[in-house]
């Protein structure tokens, strides 16, 4: 990713948080993105969701957003209606690790709220 992509990303995704804010009135950071997608993918909105259901939120969020990509397949809802995803390819590993995995989601993520325009 050149010096400009990362900039436009990095403006995108500011342009994303602040759409956030207004409607929910936090700021979020990427974890709690990701939660709200998972959210929106289950389509059950509850009060409280435990520990454990928001991490799978998060996760059904990241398989969602990656499944465009080929590394997750849907397979269905089970009988509570949680989405299930099987994986179908690794990540490609480098040194940059982390930070690539968070700038591919951040793209994803502004796909998914169609902010992102690769134009």
Sequence with gaps: MTA???Q???EDWEDCLDWLEEQFGNR????T??????????????KEFSKEEKQDLMHIAVCRL?????YFEYKGKDEEGWPHYEGIKSMPVDT???VKEEVLLK??????FDFYNED
């Design 4 to 6: 400009q992509e990362q």
């Design 8 to 10: 436009e990303l990095d």
């Design 28 to 31: 979020p950071n990427l974890e």
């Design 33 to 46: 993105v990701l939660f709200l997608i998972g959210i929106q993918e289950l389509g059950q909105l509850r």
């Design 66 to 70: 990656l499944s465009e990509d080929g």
């Design 96 to 98: 940059k690790g982390l």
């Design 107 to 112: 793209q994803k993520i502004l796909d998914y």
